[in-house]
């Protein structure tokens, strides 16, 4: 095998993880406009950025003030990393970052097993739904909120 042969095999490779993050994001949108419709809100509102985080989290735990937790903590990881790179010692960077990602993360599962629940589906999916969020199927298909 020749240096063309491996090149051409890399670009194919980065070509095709482009193709499949696409359909994930066109799936994500898709999916994201259709629960936003089904819970009584715009769907357009799905495509706005940080808006729509802030209907998501109405939409799950009925307040939007919910969403200042994810801010929050994301706030608090964007600090840590800021720290960790100006300093020389980015251990306390290193410790906020953890901390922002913990409640991030921490805030994305509930979010996620809560966004089961509106939809009336069992514990079981709303746990494979919290554990991987592109499982969320619940705004296609005739289900209700």
């Known amino acids: 095998m020749n240096t063309g042969d491996a090149w ?3 670009i194919g490779f980065f070509w095709l993880i482009m193709l499949l993050s696409f359909t994930m994001l066109v799936l994500s949108i898709i999916a994201r406009w259709k629960i936003f419709s089904k819970a009584g809100e715009e769907g357009i ?11 998501f989290s109405k939409i ?8 200042f937790i994810e801010l929050g903590g ?3 990881y964007i600090i840590g990393q800021i720290l960790s790179m100006s300093s020389h010692n980015n251990t306390p960077g290193f410790v906020i970052m953890i901390i922002g990602l913990i409640i991030v993360s921490g805030y994305s599962i ?3 097993y809560k966004l089961g629940k509106c939809f009336n589906k069992s514990t079981a999916y709303s746990i494979i739904m919290a554990i991987s969020p592109y499982f969320v ?9």
Do not use: D, H, Q
């Open 8 to 10: 051409g095999a890399i």
């Open 110 to 112: 509930v979010r996620m």
């Open 137 to 145: 199927f619940c705004g296609i298909g005739p289900i209700v909120f």
């Open 60 to 67: 799950v735990f009925g307040k939007g003030l919910y969403f």
């Open 74 to 76: 994301a706030i608090l």
């Open 45 to 55: 509102y799905s495509i706005i950025p940080v808006f729509n985080e802030y209907i």
